[in-house]
């Protein structure tokens, strides 16, 4: 069964940092896009970040860009998102995903077919 675990979640003070993972079993990286997606309370799903299924690429949404990486582990079969200089804005549930290849190239959650049950993070003083 292909299954996306996300743990690293928590409470953490505006500034400061956490590690996201997300574990996948059931298929490797090599064939999938993975994304980091968040929804906060009355807000629309949105996209966070993204490595293509060869890992040569990443992108980040404008709003975490040069705060947030992406990044992956072969060997264990995870991807990483490091948040850094975390702000209140960015509490929310992250949920990864993993979609087709060309899914790296849209901006829509839609094309991702697989999800993990997401993971709370809460940015607050």
């Known amino acids: 069964q292909k299954q996306l675990v996300e743990s690293g979640g928590g409470l953490v003070q505006p500034g400061g940092s956490l590690r996201l993972s997300c574990a996948v079993s059931?298929?490797?990286?090599?064939?999938?896009?993975i994304g980091w997606f968040r929804q906060a309370p009355g807000k629309e799903r949105e996209g966070v970040s993204c490595?293509?299924?060869?890992?040569?690429?990443?992108k980040h949404a404008d709003s975490v860009k040069g705060r947030f990486t992406i990044s992956r582990d072969n060997a264990k079969n995870t991807v990483y998102l490091q948040m850094n200089s975390l702000k209140p804005e960015d509490t929310a549930v992250y949920y990864c995903?993993?979609?087709?290849?060309?899914?790296?190239?849209?901006?829509?959650?839609?094309?991702?077919?697989?999800w993990g049950q997401g993971t709370q993070v809460a940015v607050s003083s």
């Open positions: 995903a993993a979609g087709p290849p060309a899914a790296y190239y849209s901006d829509s959650w839609s094309p991702y077919d697989y």
């Open positions: 059931g298929f490797t990286l090599d064939y999938y896009t």
């Open positions: 490595i293509s299924s060869s890992g040569g690429s990443t």
